[in-house]
């Protein structure tokens, strides 16, 4: 083939790949040279039976039962909580309680009486103003209670909002630890049914680094 | 900022590349259920996936996998698949067409099976309208491969639907 138009080019220009200045400079060359207008059409007989015969079959409908198991998804997502609130080999043993400041109020939502607790501010360095619903005489809350309350909770959310976890962990030399996990919500999105949060996320935990997640939930009606 | 999705909105996404890959390589008999069984594994374990970078990528993956799984030991199986498949043109012909019209696709389709399936694979992923890039990123190999690629399977296809 001659010219500087090779098989690939000449395919990528078939597929709208290439850039306008590319495309215009095989155009020029099709015109030109009948060698490569004779592959041009070669490749394009081929693809043109293939589009017609393998087309319609190639755009599937879902199948009812895979519907339904993805759609499944949608009514158990407060376990995408869980992955964010993974933190590595350490077991999990109890939640203490959540806060938040700003306008989240999550804490209100739970049965319990927040309290300032010092020592905990100091060590995560959180905001003077944090309220926090670690109280030693408050009952335990279950994992599914505090992850159905956040997705209750996540259509409220604005940028900017704190809200904190702590948990109760057993650590892998049986000693136990309270762990805060500051949440941010620094960006967020909704559309018609979703809402979309990303958070960063702090923990004291030592050497734990600042990670960023994305969560999106659909709305519940 | 690009929309976002969730976990079952992304899986909703992916099925329609998933099922070409599946019936590139298996027919259309089986290419339901293997995406079927692939999104059961994709839902089981969403809480290990659902930040996965590149779902699409990993799910091609799987699939690959269920289908040797559930072919190693039934290589008999396999062959008679394969030529059932040939022979199996359901979907292929509307009510109107010519006798002309269906020997030439039951021709192209005899020479479709007899190109590899990555070959089968590639060319189904492109002509559905998937751009290099985005078959790039399924497939994981590089967009220059995904080019090359194509121009070879594309005359492997034309070779083989020409012979006789």
């Known amino acids: 083939m001659p010219n500087s138009i090779n098989k690939e080019k000449l395919f990528a220009y078939i597929c709208n790949e290439l850039d306008p200045k590319e495309a215009n400079e095989v155009e020029l060359a099709l015109k030109s040279d009948p060698q490569l207008k004779l592959q041009y059409d070669e490749f394009m007989d081929i693809r043109n039976l293939h589009a017609e015969v393998m087309t319609p079959t190639l755009n599937p409908v879902m199948p009812e039962k895979t519907k339904n198991l993805i759609q499944s998804i949608n009514k158990s997502q407060s376990k995408s909580w869980y992955q964010l609130l993974n933190l590595g080999p350490i077991a999990i043993i109890g939640w203490l309680g959540f806060a938040s400041v700003g306008t989240m109020q999550v804490a209100s939502l739970i049965d319990t009486s927040p309290e300032v607790n010092s020592s905990m501010l100091a060590e995560v360095g959180l905001e003077n103003n944090m309220r926090s619903a670690s109280n030693k005489d408050a009952p335990k809350i279950s994992d599914d209670k505090v992850l159905t309350l956040l997705d209750e909770e996540i259509s409220s959310f604005t940028v900017g909002d704190v809200f904190v976890i702590k948990k109760l962990l057993e650590t892998s030399d049986n000693l136990y630890k309270n762990v805060v996990m500051t949440f941010t919500v620094i960006d967020m999105t909704r559309s018609n049914d979703k809402t979309c949060v990303d958070f960063e996320i702090k923990t004291n935990i030592a050497k734990s680094e600042t990670f960023k997640r994305e969560v999106c939930i659909k709305d519940s009606n | ?164």
């Open chain 2, 1 to 164: 900022m690009n929309e976002r999705f969730t976990y079952s909105e992304k899986l909703e996404q992916i099925y329609p590349n998933l099922y070409r890959v599946a019936r590139s390589r298996k027919g259309a008999n089986d290419a339901d259920d293997l995406v079927h069984d692939t999104m059961i594994y994709l839902v089981k374990n969403k809480a290990k996936y659902e930040f996965h970078e590149n779902i699409q990528a990993f799910a091609i993956w799987k699939l690959k996998n269920i289908i040797i799984d559930r072919y190693r030991a039934e290589s008999k199986k396999i062959d008679m698949i394969a030529d059932k498949d040939i022979s199996n043109d359901e979907g292929l012909f509307s009510d109107e067409e010519t006798e002309e019209q269906k020997i030439r696709k039951l021709t192209f389709n005899a020479g479709m099976k007899k190109i590899s399936e990555d070959c089968q694979e590639i060319l189904n992923l492109q002509i559905a309208g998937n751009s290099y890039e985005a078959i790039s990123s399924m497939l994981t190999i590089e967009v220059g491969t995904v080019g090359s690629r194509l121009v070879r399977c594309t005359e492997s296809l034309k070779e083989a639907v020409n012979a006789k």
